[in-house]
């Protein structure tokens, strides 16, 4: 795969996706925060009928206001990611005319199911985010987000004890699920894992990245 951190590649362009509440805008954020000083980057977020996720980041002041994008999908979210991904490269392009130099664009989905993926004429790479409340049975309904992108990101594993579910079974059933892709077991709200993610899109993404500053 070609390095990307130089415009002459074009910007890696990265897919969060997982269903409503597993933590896509929590991740989008952290690596926001983690990424912003040491490459040129921009998001690009799903909505269905508004542009909250938008405003939660431009709350959250983790890139310039120029660095964000809301776009709004319709009622089906996965067709703008897949089937008919023109809005969002319309963003990608505009964003990339307006900002030459980007290294990293994060493209969130908006909440959808397990059968979500992304385009590959839109992601490089693709995230799939799960939330280990949402039941102890996720990684055995497998679905294409959850076994074929690029990393999954089992989220608030945390709250297991609370829910009834058995963290060990849930990573067996996730290494099964998985088969050699990677995983990573997180709590993003604390900022667990966040490094691995980062680990992971320079490894697989190619991602260049300054040294953090001293």
């Given at each position: 795969m070609?390095?990307h951190?130089?415009?002459?590649?074009g910007?890696?362009?990265?897919?969060?996706?997982?269903?409503?509440?597993?933590?896509?805008?929590?991740?989008?954020?952290?690596?926001?925060?983690?990424?912003?000083?040491?490459?040129?980057?921009?998001?690009?977020?799903?909505d269905?009928?508004t542009r909250?996720?938008?405003?939660?980041?431009?709350?959250?002041?983790?890139l310039?206001a120029?660095?964000?994008r809301?776009?709004?999908?319709?009622?089906?979210?996965?067709?703008?990611?897949?089937?008919d991904?023109?809005?969002?490269?319309?963003a990608v392009a505009?964003?990339?005319?307006?900002?030459p130099?980007?290294?990293?664009?994060?493209?969130?989905?908006?909440?959808?199911?397990?059968?979500?993926?992304f385009?590959?004429?839109l992601a490089?790479?693709?995230?799939?985010?799960?939330?280990?409340a949402a039941?102890?049975?996720?990684?055995?309904?497998?679905?294409?987000?959850l076994t074929k992108?690029?990393l999954?990101v089992?989220?608030?594993?945390?709250?297991?004890?609370?829910?009834?579910?058995?963290?060990?079974?849930?990573?067996?059933?996730?290494?099964?699920?998985?088969?050699?892709r990677?995983?990573?077991l997180?709590?993003?709200?604390?900022?667990i894992g966040?490094?691995?993610?980062?680990?992971?899109?320079q490894h697989?993404?190619?991602?260049?990245?300054?040294?953090?500053?001293a």
């Amino acid at each position: 795969m070609s390095k990307h951190g130089s415009s002459k590649h074009g910007p890696l362009r990265v897919g969060i996706g997982g269903p409503v509440g597993a933590g896509k805008t929590t991740l989008t954020e952290k690596l926001a925060r983690a990424l912003a000083a040491r490459c040129s980057m921009a998001v690009i977020t799903n909505d269905i009928y508004t542009r909250e996720d938008a405003d939660a980041l431009l709350r959250a002041q983790v890139l310039p206001a120029e660095r964000i994008r809301g776009v709004e999908t319709g009622g089906c979210p996965h067709t703008a990611i897949r089937e008919d991904a023109s809005i969002n490269l319309a963003a990608v392009a505009d964003l990339t005319r307006k900002i030459p130099d980007l290294d990293l664009i994060l493209i969130e989905s908006g909440g959808d199911n397990l059968a979500a993926t992304f385009s590959p004429e839109l992601a490089d790479v693709t995230i799939y985010v799960i939330d280990t409340a949402a039941g102890q049975d996720i990684p055995r309904k497998r679905g294409p987000g959850l076994t074929k992108s690029d990393l999954l990101v089992v989220n608030k594993t945390d709250l297991a004890p609370y829910v009834g579910v058995d963290l060990v079974l849930l990573e067996a059933d996730t290494k099964a699920a998985r088969g050699t892709r990677p995983y990573v077991l997180a709590r993003l709200r604390e900022s667990i894992g966040v490094q691995e993610v980062v680990t992971f899109l320079q490894h697989a993404g190619g991602l260049q990245l300054k040294e953090p500053a001293a």
